[in-house]
């Protein structure tokens, strides 16, 4: 078993840098302007280019312009569209190009509903309700996750050093993606707890696979 590992919102090149190093899998550029880690595209091909072959680059957008997506996706050598927003399917594959959906769970949400209106989805990435898009470092309950819940599972929001472990082998999702809990600051990462991070996934991983 192993557990793929997402560090989104990079904005600096050390920090791309620190992902890569760690053992990331996959890194995340925020393309929607409200955000503190919001960075334009011309910024993210610049980083894109510290990226080696084998680690994919996700991009996430929030209700964008159909336009704006494909012109970022012009620039930026984009792998995966991680779409956060309100986006219907049509929508989400209309740019051929692999997606995942985030999903804000919160009681009352029919996730396996979900899944099944995005079946064609590469994944859904579960987040927490907040007000507004994106999780705000905020853990859901993961006992809302249905079980079997089909496809590939990214869990996020509020996921740290601290508790990714303890997620994992609750939920055993495909993929953990974080953000602000290897942060010093919005969008500032901090290398020590990238590199713890990734470790304790791979310490769950292990123990699940020895268990």
Known sequence: MKTRIKI????????????????????????????????????????????????????????ADAGEVAATCAQVPINLLQF??????????????????????????????????????????????VDGYGGGGHVFDWTLIPPGLPGFLVLSGGLTVDNVGDAIARVRPDAVDVSSGVEAGKGIKDHDKIAAFVAAVRAADAAISEG
């Open 8 to 63: 989104c919102g990079l904005t600096r090149e050390a920090d791309v840098d620190a992902a890569v190093a760690a053992g990331a899998d996959a890194i995340g550029f925020v393309f929607y302007p409200p955000s503190p880690r919001y960075v334009a595209p011309a910024r993210a091909a610049e980083l894109a280019r510290r990226v080696p072959p084998f680690v994919d680059i996700v991009g996430l957008f929030v209700n």
């Open 84 to 129: 956060h927003g309100d986006e219907a399917p049509d929508y989400c594959r209309s740019f051929a190009r692999p997606w995942l959906r985030a999903a804000r769970v919160r009681p009352g949400l029919d996730l396996v509903e979900f899944a099944r209106s995005h079946s064609d989805a590469r994944g859904l990435l579960l987040d927490a309700f």
